[in-house]
Structures are given as structure tokens and as C-alpha cells.
């Protein structure tokens, strides 16, 4: 028993079994799911659904019903799927805004522009739509296929007799198994018009169709550019066009403007739409819009944006046409069924493809007409003749037994047949007026000119031809609706002035040593004292100064990258606020911290900056003694400026770090002041280093002793009447002197020392600066957090082997962690001073 069943079973490699199962799997979603039919350009699933609204008698001469009720019939004879999937379907057929001509006329919330679904099926009732009648038209005179449906107990249509192409004029979307299709709606009167011309002639070329149809006519509205790529999209199928919205800029009160949006490219979610330009306003991406609002009505779209007083009206809608959905991308992808297999269609086989399906259709219906015709007038040719013998004929029924003895014997007696006989025998009295005779006689001549007509049809294709061409143009006349999409020749180019998007006013900008940067208005700050800018503690500022939106600032980390930020894109914050760290955007490393930061050469759109040459250099020194000079000019921006920072400088050495960045000017005359740690000096002309890339090592500054490493590397100005430097000590002793006790010596030399070296306790240098500015105001960072506030000219200039002096200020503080320049000191003298 046991081998007898083992008999039956089939050995299959799992690889073999799931490539038969996907296979069938992708064949049916592609054949009978995703993918419309080219003849009538529906999915199985709306065949379906029209198809049960139609035996139910739903359709637009008759009272709504429930789309529940819909939904149920479809499932329960048709389609035995989800409910959800045949209400979204029947949904998606009736909205205005994604059918150019819905097939579905739906009472209640069938969704919205704005994304918003329809309201449960038991809420809402539909019907047909007039036009949809026209899809179904004639479909029970045997024109098209049918087949059993999936419990084989009732019969669906396979294709429906589509008395228009409703491929194109409704368009199609859908995603299968190696397979998408992306067809765009068209005008009807259209399509209807170039199907008119390929009937007929016998050649046509794509621009005769051309001719015709414009483009797509997509529901919404709005503008199609790029009518010259049209012509290669309708011979291949695919391609893409530009759609974008019909905008117009007005006037208010006050000169201020608003842009405002009529019409907006096809399946856009209009409440995305303003939430991108609202996160547009809110992150300041562009200067000058004040609000966003969704004015729509039921009189149409109208999307508002309202501008500042002093905005660039033009300039802002072209920022969002770029970068939102105010203009798209439409890609063709024109798939369909055709003959049981997808195919990426042509317009020309889409066209030929619907008009060889309505000349079966045609040629069917005719035959099934001519058939009925031929029969009707074979019974009322036997009825004239029974008024001639009348008598005879109601005497033979008289004289039988039984209604089939009467049709035996009129057959037998008068020669009629079967069907005539059965006429004769069912016959009402009234019908033997005489009234009734030339009715009979007048739809006989009817029946001869009818089967006459049918016969020309089937035998002549050009007859058969202007029939189609004929009910077309009734349906053209009865549905006619004028273009809505407006198609033009070119794309117009979209130009962004930069600098017109973003208003041009002063600003403070602040950047600390930790990281932390701000833009600060005017306003914010004269209204607050220098010295409550907010900075948390152990951090100071490293760079405050007055800069242009128009403008951009470098920045230059610790880490040898840098950082190119414009001006209007710093984050806004009032002058006592810590401002925002950069690791919010930026990936830093551990530790990296900011060195310097100066204004970019280049502003918006290329601007040189005013107070700078296009021949400035930056000085990069590391802590490990290496040197190079790169042209200012290569610190520009970069496609990831926003996220992440580029090189400034290539380390040698991998625990190396950025001690110092100057920005120079080439022609001028500077040094540059090398002091390390061990308290070894070296003084040489910056000429000596060369000028290189930003991905460069540079070169070597100064021979460093084992375990030692640079201090200070501070710039000389030899055009200052007395450079001077200062370094600091682990004692907490300051030590002021003028630049030229160092020995000057050729590049990459050891230097000389600046302390007497001793055994016990040796000076060690912690931080230091250069002094090109006579009296300056400068400040020491303590471990405490505490900050000694003094003048350079506090300190007494002494020789190059001398300790230093003590700073009462730094008494009790603690360990020095930086010396800097006491910027919050030089502002508030500059406020002082105004």
C-alpha cells in the first residue's frame, strides 16, 4: 500500500518548483492584474466592476446605490479578492482629478487632490457614468469574448466593446513583475479625431497622428514643456516631458506680491506640495516668503504663497519650480496587453490596436444583427402570406387536436416552416386588423434595408470603416470637453539668481573654539553688552565680526578639513544665545575642534568680496611642524557643504593635528614665528614656503626635537612698527618680546632656545600669539573656567632668555589652557566708542 502511494509522489528541486510557481504567479499579475488591456484600456479589475454596475442595471439613468453593494457583487461573482482593493479601484474611476473622463459617478468623499481617502464604501453610492455606457455599448450582441468566471457559474467579458480608446483618453498606471506602465490621459476629441485619420487612409505617418494629438491633457491642467520630445516619446513609448504649474505673480497693497498656483501638474498631493514650500520657509532655505495657504474651492485650485515686501517674486517661484513639486517630471512608459502579452506600445499601435478590436466588435455585432433580422423577416414574410390564405389557415387550426397538431398541419398543408408556424399558432386576434397587415408589410421593407445595409458592412472593409468612423463622431459630439493642458515647444530654462532669492543686510556672526555658531541680527545685538555673548564654559569666541548674507565664511578645524558656510544659512539666534554646534550637521571627529575662520572669497553667485584680492593665501601650520601655503581661491564650496567638511590639508604624520590658519596677502611682506613646546624659536620669511593644493602635506616648518611639537606659530607683519610675541609657560608666567630676538634662520631649521634650559622644572610653553598691533586686548583660559581679561601693554617686553612675568589676574585660577584675543573687549570698546 505504502509503494503504491510513494508511487504518485514527484520528485522536484526546490529551484525548479519556485521558478514554475513565480513564473505562473507573474504571468497572471501581469496579464490579469497590473496591466491594462490595449483594446479597451482596463485592468480585469475595473472590467469587472463596470461590467457588474452594468448587469445591475447602476448606470446613469438610474438612482444611485450603494457602493457597498458594488463592491459585494464584484467579489462575490467576479473578483475574489480584498474589498479594499475593488473600492480603490472604484474610487480611483471616479475622481475627476486622475481620470480625464471618470467612468464612475460617485456620490460622497471619494478622496481629494490632497491625498485624503475616500470615505468608507458604505457611505458612499455610485453609478455609472454616462461615458462608461459607451464602453459597454452592444455588449450583449455577442461582440466580444466571454469566459467563465473564477467558480465557473457565471460568464464575464474578457475585453469590453469600448466604443471609445479609452487607453488613451483615461490613461493608465500600474507596477507588475518586471514590468510598470505609466500612461498619461488624453483629450478625447483627440484621440477620437487621429483615429479618424488612420481610418481613413491607408499609410499614415506619426505626425499626421501628431497633428491631432497635442500631447497629453492630463485633468489638472497645467503646462506641458517639451512639445518637440513628444514626437520620439509616441514612437518609442517612453520618454518624459516637463509638466509645470500655471502660476501668475500679483500685486497687493503695500508693494507686496504673492504667487499664486491655478493649476498644478498632474498627481501632485497638493498638501505635500505646501508642506515642502512651508519647510522651505520655516529652514530659510530662501529668503522672502511670509506664508503659505491652500485657497482652493470647489471653483478650482488655488495655491498662495505670500512674499516679504522687498522679495524677488520671480526669482522665489523659479527657486520652486526647481525644487519642488511646482514643476515635475512626467516619464511615458506606455505598457499594455496586447495579444496576451505586454508590449511597450507606439500611439500609432495603440491607436491601429483599439480601431482592429472595434472593427471585430463592429463586424460582430453586425453578423448577430444580421442574423436576428434575417430570422424576424423569415417570420413576417410567413405572416403576410397567412393574411392571403387567412380562412384556410384558421380552419386547418380549428380542425387540430393540440397547439403542435395545428403546426404539423400548417406545415404539412401551407409548406411554412417550423418558426412560421409556431408565429402563426401564437398569433393574437387583434393582429389580424388591418392596421396590423401594413405594419407588417412596412417592417418588412424596414428588414430588407436593414439586412441589405448589414451585408454591404460585412462585405465592404471601407463601409465597415465609416460605421466606426461615424459612432465615433457621435460620441466625440456627445462628450466633446476643450483641452485643459496648455503643451509648449521648449523647456524653458530656470535660472536661479541666488543673491536675488536672499536679502542683502549686515549680520554678526560668531563661531567659538568649541564649535558653536550663530548669525546674529543687528538689532539682537545693539540691543545687548558685548560681553553677554552667550559661550559655555572652557569655550571662547574665535571669530566675531560684521559680514554681508551675501557673503560666505570658511571654517577651519583642528582636523585639517574645512568648512564652506554661506552667511544667510547660519542658523539665527539672539546675541546671549549659545548658538547651534556644528556636529548637528557635520560628522566631526573626536576632539575637533575650530582653528579659524575668516570670510570665503566668493559670495553668492561668484561675488568677489570687497575687501579681499583674488591673490590672498591661507597659512596652514601643524603641531608637528609642517607648513604650506594654499591660495584662498580653492576654498570654495561643494556639493555636500551642508553635511559634511572637505580637506584644507593632508596630514603626514597620523596624531597630527591644525595648530594655526592666517589668511595673508601674496604681495605683502610677512614672516612667520615658529615657538614649541621645549621653548625653541625660529623666525624665516613665508617666502620660503611654497604654494599648494588643498589635498597637499605642505612642508617641513621646523625640526622638531622627539616629543616635542609646535606651540605657537604666529604671523609677522614687517610692515608693523614693532611685531612683537607672547608666549605663556606651565608656571603661569607671561612673556612679551619683540619678534626680532629670535634668531632668523633658513626653514626646517631646530632654532634657537627662548628660556634658559635648566634640569629641574625646565619652562615648557603652552600657547602663545603674535602681536602686530601695538596695545591689544587679549585674555587667558584657565582649567577653572575662569578668564583673565588684559592689555599686551600690561606685560613688560623682556630679553629672549628671560622667565617671563606673573599676571595677577591668572593668581588662584589655575592651570592655562589658551591665550587669545579678547574680542567681547574690542566690541564693546567699538560700541563704546560709537
Known sequence: MVKQINEHIEELSFTNVIGDR???????????????????????????????MYKDRNTHDHPYRKSAKTVGNVIGNYHPHGDSSVYEAMVRMSQSWKNRMPLIDMHGNNGSMDGDPAAAMRYTEARLAPIASELLTDIDSETVEFGLNFDDT????????????????????????????????????????????????DHYELSDLLQF????????????????????????????????????????????????????????????????????????????????????????????????????????????????????????????IHNNRPVQASLGLMLEAYIQHRQEVVTRRTQHKLASDQARLHIVDGLIRMVSILDEVIATIRQSNSKQDAKDNLVARFDFSQDQAEAIVSLQLYRLTNTDIVKLQEERLELNENILHYQNILANKQILNQTIQQELQVIKKKYHSDRLTQVEAQVEAIEIDTSLLIPQEEVMVGVTKEGYIKRVSLRSYGSSEASEFGCRDLDYPLFIQSMDTHQALILITSKGNYIHLPVHEIPEARW?????????????????????????????????????????????????????????????TYRSYKTRTAMAMKFKFDDDELLV????????????????????????????????GLRAQGVVAINLKEGDQLRLAGLIDLEASRP????????????????????????????????????????????????????QDLAIMTESGQVARFSSTEVPITERLSNGNSLPALEGLGQVLAIYPDRLSQLAAAKAGK
Do not use: C, W
Request: aromatic share 6%.
Open 154 to 201: 457565471l460568464e464575464e467579458p474578457l475585453v469590453l466593446p469600448a466604443g471609445f480608446p479609452n487607453l488613451l483618453v483615461n490613461g493608465a498606471t500600474g507596477i507588475s513583475a518586471g514590468y510598470a506602465t505609466d500612461i498619461p490621459p488624453h483629450n478625447l476629441s483627440e484621440v477620437i479625431d487621429a483615429t479618424d485619420y488612420i481610418l481613413s487612409h
Open 724 to 775: 612683537q610675541m607672547m608666549v605663556v609657560s606651565q608656571h603661569g608666567l607671561v612673556k612679551r618680546f619683540d619678534s626680532e630676538i629670535i634668531g632668523q634662520a633658513a626653514r626646517a631649521s631646530r632654532g634657537i632656545l627662548l628660556y634658559k634650559d635648566r634640569k629641574n622644572d625646565p619652562h615648557r610653553v603652552l600657547d602663545g600669539l603674535a602681536l602686530n598691533e601695538g596695545s
Open 22 to 52: 513565480f513564473g505562473r504567479y507573474s504571468k497572471y499579475i501581469i496579464q490579469d492584474r497590473a496591466l491594462p488591456d490595449i483594446r479597451d484600456g482596463l485592468k480585469p479589475v475595473q472590467r469587472r466592476i463596470l461590467f457588474a
Open 213 to 336: 494629438v497635442k500631447g497629453p491633457d492630463f485633468p489638472t491642467g497645467a503646462i506641458i514643456q517639451g512639445a518637440e520630445d513628444l514626437e520620439e516619446v509616441y514612437r518609442t513609448g517612453h520618454g518624459k516631458v516637463v509638466v509645470r504649474s500655471r502660476t501668475e505673480i500679483e500685486k497687493l497693497r503695500g508693494g507686496k506680491h504673492q504667487i499664486v498656483a491655478t493649476e498644478l501638474p498632474y498627481e501632485v498631493n497638493k498638501s505635500k506640495l505646501i508642506q515642502k514650500i512651508d519647510d522651505i520657509r520655516l529652514q530659510n532655505k530662501v529668503e522672502g516668503i511670509v506664508e503659505v495657504r491652500d485657497e482652493s474651492d470647489i471653483n478650482g485650485v488655488r495655491l498662495v504663497i505670500e512674499l516679504k515686501r522687498e522679495a524677488d517674486p520671480e526669482g522665489i517661484l523659479n527657486y520652486l519650480l526647481k525644487n519642488t513639486d511646482l514643476q515635475t517630471n512626467y516619464n511615458f512608459n506606455m505598457v499594455a
Open 576 to 636: 546671549k544665545d549659545l548658538g547651534t554646534h556644528l556636529s548637528q550637521s557635520y560628522q566631526l571627529a573626536e576632539g575637533e575642534q575650530m582653528i579659524a575662520a575668516f570670510p570665503a572669497l566668493y559670495g553668492l553667485d561668484d561675488q568677489v568680496n570687497p575687501d579681499y584680492s583674488e591673490s590672498m593665501q591661507v597659512v596652514l601650520i601643524t603641531r608637528l611642524g609642517m607648513i604650506k601655503k594654499t591660495s584662498l581661491s580653492e576654498f570654495v
Open 661 to 692: 590658519a592666517h589668511l595673508i596677502k601674496q604681495d605683502h611682506p610677512y614672516e612667520i614665528g615658529l615657538v614649541t613646546q621645549r621653548s625653541y624659536s625660529l623666525r624665516y620669511s613665508l617666502d620660503e614656503v611654497s604654494n599648494y
